[in-house]
């Protein structure tokens, strides 16, 4: 069955005035995310607590409709985009942040509440929420859970799903569930938790998290380090990366990043941007970078010039627009020393397919985000996933598998485990109403 | 059907000559773990490779005989006790380090590999495997990882679940699966390694393991501290846990404890001891520790004295054993700032039920170990129990359920959530062969 009238009469019946739309023109801004799809959705709904969120699962439920929850809609693998029409459910009204509670690190918040505005809580208190995508100022913690969201402070301080407590969630049946503690360890059942941290909302929508707070050091520094080749900035990194007082962000800029930013030094071959929290990695990392393709090591000189370090890097992203009207973003990982074979094979499949790839992103964890600047790339994009996956590393480290990467998933997860998968989602979704037609390329066998 | 000839004989072709053990005085070894628990299996065998360990549970599943993984057999809440009989499978013999890679922080090993084996293989190189249970001179990474071990250093670095990227593990219905990765960052597809982590062999055996690498800082300090009164104790705990740079380790004594190590300030009602691996650590925690009730703060003058103030804290469990013949021994967990709470109510039952009760344990992380010096104490846990939910806490915070805390388990996890559970491992073991009998109360209904 799909969207009708008697549907949308009982949908609406247990939501506020406004808050179903079906013109389509209204649906058209909820039909795309921060991927090159779009599919516009037959109604788009609101929630504004987690039991609205179960009516409207359990309508879609009984409808058999199709049911996309989303944040922001800043993720770039598609997973927010209705592929099989249905409902959109937004979650950006659920913005309430439930519990600060200091002494034992944790806020409760709603799924709506954005990623700055946790972290705004949580810095006049000393502490930050660890995962910092790009898109922070923008993205929900809801989005950022779903897909297990990075950002540079993971290479020391991990990602999403080593920063989220519990969490409260409908099923695919409509039953609202409980996962995971309010204290920092458990060993009590299932970790439920983690399973659907980076689930991509195809088990269970979110509601309300139980996020994890970090202490932020009182040292901070932002240094740039340039070389004249890749090998010696490679050996740089994985000495860094060899030591024990980890770098709170180790990113790399590649040549092409360089002029995108407007580097001046003409013969540096790429960039590493370090940011350090313990004073005690400072030397360490001077000596890690004493390679013989060294240029230039340059220290932030104060909180200003460090901001202005990192806002280029963070430029990056949209600045790549200005190169090529098109691109294909992926954010492959492979273990930090076989980041210079990516790096090696990247050039050669560049030169072979003629298709200009721009390298940067979390080098400390082997999670380089490749910029295909091209609209189309199919062959080219099947020979970096197997080169990545003959390197052991896997199809993404934060983005997720959304639709993008869905015909590849069969290449980095075998038939036994991801048959497992997709019986779990059947526990959780049995009619396979949420999120239909994403991470699993053969759905229709659900 | 049970263990018959037929079972016996098709599971001796796949094993290696004296692997598989039936005589009732060889079995009696494998009947019981470090809980008060015993039950005689019908037949031990062991395994040397994961499909040696595929041969077993196909064997058992087509017979319907139920199957208990094990390790050393450290666990407490009798995890590993086949209370329905049928095979106990040791993983002892699966004791093979597969792969050391330091430049990327991972050792690859098998299951029965133990805890310290992988410590002093890291250790050479300046790293160590984070979850350090009492147990670790003994107990395999197999038990850690299916138990979600903790220990000492969780408190700063977190318990086994964040500690390992990949498994490799065989399910109910025989086969092999390939969960997670060999890098530090992934967002492909659901998180079974997570999920299998503290599933206490109710899910999969885990054959092998990928375990994450921590580099040891080069600072280390040990500091002793005794307070006249709880409350100023608490103070402390709550103080240091609110300031940034986190101890290494911090745990509790209270004053039957420190009778049992036999410390010599008579005035003393408690102590806390104190790990520190980052020196900026050290002033804001002497800070913190100035509360009224000070007795004396002590630090290790070098490492032989670290070592010897650790010894004490590690022979208490134990060492309870000369106050009472009998114990049991909780390991609840609450937020930091409930501990007082607990620690009060917890004094106010046991004069209640006229029952010692001795407390020590990672106070930093809210999680005391709670001693009954009795044999039975039924209402007198119950009343526990409710008092650790009615602050926010939970049933265990690394021993895990099996069967102790079984009957415990609805009141922490809601109905629906729990039904969801017990669906899941369904999907993994339908036949209900893996470690039957542990975790939900009611398996017989599943």
Chains 1, 2 share one sequence.
């Not at 059942?189 to 195809?202: M, N, Q």
Request: aromatic content about 6%.
């Amino acid at each position: 069955m799909r969207v009708n009238e008697i549907f949308l009469h009982t949908l609406r019946k247990g939501l506020k005035p406004g808050h179903l739309m079906t013109d389509p023109a209204d649906c058209w801004l909820y039909s795309y995310d921060n991927s090159r799809h779009h599919a516009l959705p037959e109604a788009v709904v609101f929630a504004r607590e987690t039991r609205e969120v179960q009516h409207i699962v359990q309508c879609c439920h009984d409808f058999e409709v199709p049911l996309v929850a989303r944040g922001r809609g800043t993720g770039t693998p598609g997973g927010a985009v209705p592929v099989q029409g249905g409902v959109v459910l937004s979650l950006e009204k659920m913005d309430k942040t439930l519990e600060i509670n200091f002494p034992d690190r944790y806020i409760k918040a709603e799924a709506g509440v954005l990623n700055q505005t946790i972290q705004n809580i949580a810095e006049k208190s000393g502490f930050f929420f660890v995962p910092d995508p790009g898109s922070s100022a923008y993205c929900t913690i809801g989005g950022n859970i779903g897909y297990n969201a990075g950002g540079p402070h993971a290479v020391k301080y991990g990602a999403t799903r080593e920063h989220v407590l519990g969490l409260t969630a409908v099923t695919g049946t409509g039953e609202i569930i409980h996962t995971g503690t309010y204290t920092t360890k458990g060993a009590v059942g299932y970790d439920l938790t983690r399973l659907l941290i980076g689930s991509e909302g195809t088990l269970a929508i979110i509601t309300e998290a139980i996020l994890k707070l970090t202490p932020l050091s009182d040292f901070k520094n932002t240094v740039q380090i340039t070389y004249r080749d890749l090998a010696s900035a490679m050996q740089a990194v994985i000495k860094i990366m060899s030591q024990p007082y980890l770098p709170s962000a180790l990113e790399f800029l590649d040549e092409s990043c360089l002029k995108l930013i407007q580097y001046s030094h003409s013969d540096a071959a790429c960039m590493l941007l370090i940011d350090i929290d313990d004073e005690r990695a400072k030397k360490n990392i001077i000596e890690a970078s004493q390679q013989v393709g060294l240029i230039e090591i340059h220290f932030a000189e104060n909180t200003a010039e460090m901001r202005r370090l990192w806002a280029a890097r963070k430029a990056l992203s949209p600045a790549l627009r200005s190169l090529s009207s098109k691109k294909i973003n992926e954010d492959v990982v492979v273990p930090v020393s076989r980041v210079p074979e990516l790096l090696e094979g990247l050039k050669k499949l560049s030169e072979k397919y003629k298709i200009p790839i721009v390298n940067f992103g979390h080098i400390g964890n082997g999670n380089i985000h490749v910029n295909l600047l091209t609209d189309s790339a199919d062959q080219c994009l099947d020979e970096i996933f197997n080169l990545v996956i003959s390197l052991r590393g896997t199809l993404s480290g934060e983005h997720g598998i959304g639709i993008e990467k869905m015909p590849f998933i069969p290449r980095v997860i075998d038939p036994p485990t991801l048959a497992l998968m997709k019986q779990i989602k059947k526990v959780f979704d049995p009619k396979s109403i949420l999120n239909p037609g994403k991470i699993f390329p053969d759905e229709d066998k659900l």
